[in-house]
């Protein structure tokens, strides 16, 4: 048995995952930060399911609630940074102010969660830590510049993170999911204030696109949730897992268009040495 804590589990991805590991026998923590959809998440599997009621935002709170968990399981083997939202709209349309909160959550909420959680997990020498970025920490997209941002900031953390970690048991893992059918498209999904009308054939085009989508994707939560259980029991789990055929065909046509470049302009790259 494992004890869990998923940050995001009142719907969607979290909620999945949540209820995967519930069902073999695992212990999970799971946050919101509703009172009602924090009940109702303890009724699920009383005396398994922890329901805590979080703003990932709130530094103190989830030192807390980490303390919380603790005391309730005895340790967290496995945290899942789950919570979070997308922004949609243009760069230059979002406000500062914009993108801001958006860091706040998908960034820094999930730095504090993992300060709160590595002490004890160093001192056992054991954990694991699965960090939900989304392909959109790979490649950029018109309209969702803000969003991918902070998916691009979070990669790199947790590139960093997982190298520093080498050699005290603790393994990390980036779950990059495409697109999935879950209500992320709706109620964790904003949008930017202004919309510019000089950018209409790309912020306007894709966010068009994303509206089309809504409710189509081709990701299935509960086949997206077993894959995640698979890497948490790996042995040797893999720094990022892809998780869709929509995210393996961006990913893989990224850098194979990065390859190129890079190889194309080489001759200018290796110029500018002593």
Known sequence: MKN???TGVSSGLGRALAEAALQRGDRVAGTTRDVAACER???????????????????????AAVAQAEAAMGSIDILVNNAGYGLVGG??????AEFRAQF???VFGAVAMMQAVLPQMRARRAGRILNITSVSGLVGWPSLGVYSGSKFAL?????????ELAGLGIHLT????GGLRTDFATRSRARTRRVLSDYDATVGACTRLLDAHAGHEAGDPRKAAAAILTVA????????????????????????????????????????DF
């Open 91 to 96: 760069i230059e349309a979002a406000s500062l």
């Open 104 to 106: 706040e959550v998908n």
């Open 41 to 63: 998440f303890k009724r699920i599997a009383p005396g398994c399911s922890l329901g805590l009621r979080l703003d990932v935002t709130n530094e103190e709170a989830v030192h």
């Open 4 to 6: 869990w804590f998923i």
């Open 174 to 177: 980036m779950i990059e999911p």
């Open 155 to 163: 990669e790199g953390i947790s590139e960093t993170l997982a190298l």
């Open 233 to 272: 029991d790996a042995p040797t789990p893999p720094l990022r897992l892809l998780l869709g055929a929509d995210a393996l065909s961006y990913a893989m046509r990224k850098l194979t268009d990065q390859r190129a470049e890079i190889k194309a302009w080489s001759w200018l790259s290796e110029g500018t």
